[in-house]
């Protein structure tokens, strides 16, 4: 309610009733001030205008859709490709598939096609990224989105996407870039979301052994105002739970999309 409040209509209303007393006053105050230090940002997925939410991080979240930094900048990202590609003609395979895009892929994609491992969700295929049921060549467009930093065997992931996909194919295959160099566990961290590795922007050098090309995007290359940032304090590594981290200076760190055509 406080955020919505106009602050001068309330001192103005305050003032003409010679009601105002010092401690209203320096409520008011407060307030004027909360409300200048607020930011305002826009979300491209729901077309929402106004402060964002600190959920998990700093002005992570939308409170109209609940899409955080990355749903974001992989939706931007994915509006560029509608700009190079006629979608409507091709067709997709969606791996791990997340609510924000599921609906989008569907309406925009001739065919859409979903796959996850696990037997809960409620996807066409349950299938190990490592061995999928499909022909080669098969799909335009491959989306795995935060899926390849659970695989230990990425490479066989990597390989059966590529083998997948048509010639000239795009796979869109984000991962948290979330140190300095990649660094390889010895097994799943359960304090890390059952990561197998934290990787670095190397990481992506990977999909260069497999594909003809690879784009990068980060947040760098969008308006502020989508706040694609992640803020976070990679700094205080290593830790008991995170013993291989190493530290990473800054709270401000950039995401990023790599987009690689066969
Ligand atoms: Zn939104």
């Given amino acids: 309610m406080w955020d919505h409040l106009d602050v001068n209509l309330y001192s103005a209303y305050l003032c003409a009733k010679e009601k105002i007393s010092r401690y209203q006053l ?3 105050n407060k307030l004027k001030m909360r409300n200048k230090n607020k ?19 700093r002005y992570d979240a939308c409170p109209k859709c609940g899409s955080v930094e990355r749903h ?3 939706f931007l990202v994915f509006q560029e490709l509608c700009k190079k ?21 569907k309406k925009e994609f001739l065919k859409y096609v979903t796959t996850d491992i696990s037997k809960r969700k409620n996807v066409d295929y349950q299938a190990d990224l490592r061995n999928l049921p499909f022909e080669d060549n098969t799909y335009d467009f491959v989306f795995a989105s935060h899926v390849l930093e659970h695989i230990q065997d990425d490479e066989k992931a990597i390989t059966e996407i590529r083998r997948v996909l048509k010639p000239e194919g795009v796979a869109i295959l984000p991962v948290p870039i979330v140190s300095k160099k990649t660094i390889e566990y010895p097994e799943p961290n359960p304090y890390e ?18 594909f003809g090309k ?3 995007f980060s947040s760098k290359d969008f308006p502020e105002e989508y706040q694609l940032h992640i803020y976070e304090d990679r700094g205080n590594f290593p830790q008991r739970k995170k013993p291989l981290r190493e530290p990473m200076e800054g709270e401000k760190h950039d995401d990023f999309v790599p987009v690689c055509i066969a």
Avoid at 196 to 209: I, M, Q
């Fill in 26 to 28: 320096t409520l008011l």
């Fill in 39 to 57: 930011k305002y940002f826009s979300c491209p997925i729901c077309n929402y205008q106004g402060p964002f939410l600190s959920i998990r991080r």
């Fill in 72 to 74: 974001r900048l992989q």
């Fill in 85 to 105: 590609y006629d979608i409507s003609q091709l067709s997709m395979l969606h791996v791990a598939p997340e609510k924000y895009f599921e609906g989008l892929f």
């Fill in 193 to 210: 979301s059952y990561h197998v590795r934290a990787s670095g922007l190397d990481y992506f050098k990977k999909y260069e052994k497999h």
């Fill in 214 to 216: 690879v784009v990068v």
